[in-house]
């Protein structure tokens, strides 16, 4: 179940992303005191399985006509890795903003040493469209690293856009 991201949520987000391989993955994503509240352009939904918070998704908007479209990230608990979490709350993710927002298409960036999220955005349907080359700060701040660009059109996920937002 995904709901929209609370104060009552925030003190198990911080745990999971303390967790390796969350920590090494998502690096100082918590560090502002107002995390998750912080990033007026991101839209952010607990992951919620069996009472509990297993993770966060959000999605962010490109809405310069020419280029609309959205893009989508997911963290979770690693106890909760494989076990089609990622999978279900992506694809529900993915459907609202095609049917609700009225996207034709979806990108996500994991980083190209992440088997188990590009796993996950495949299962949906999201197809490699190439390698963005030392795209992303490593999260200790040392170096870069390459990240797979991944995208979904909406025809793919079997829905048809809805009109823009």
Excluded: K
Excluded at 14 to 30: D, K, M, S, V, Y
Excluded at 43 to 64: I, K, S
Excluded at 111 to 124: E, F, G, K, L, S
Excluded at 131 to 145: A, L, N
């Amino acid at each position: 179940m995904l709901v929209p991201v609370g104060a009552d949520h925030v003190a198990a987000l911080h745990r999971i992303l303390a967790t390796e391989p969350e920590r090494r993955r998502w690096g100082e994503e918590a560090s502002s005191p107002r995390w998750p509240f912080d990033d007026p352009s991101s839209v952010r939904f607990a992951v919620l399985a069996g009472g509990a918070v297993r993770g966060m998704v959000q999605y962010a908007e490109e809405n310069e006509p020419a280029y609309r479209h959205a893009s989508i990230d997911i963290f979770l608990d690693p106890p909760v890795h494989n076990h089609g979490l990622g999978r279900d709350a992506v694809r529900t993710l993915a459907r609202h903003l095609v049917r609700d927002r009225g996207h034709h298409r979806i990108t996500s960036d994991p980083a190209v040493d992440n088997p188990t999220a590009i796993r996950c955005y495949a299962a949906v349907g999201f197809r490699p469209v190439g390698v963005m080359r030392r795209y992303e700060r490593d999260p200790d701040g040392r170096g870069w690293h390459d990240a797979l660009l991944m995208d979904l059109l909406a025809e793919e996920l079997g829905a048809a856009p809805a009109e823009p937002a």
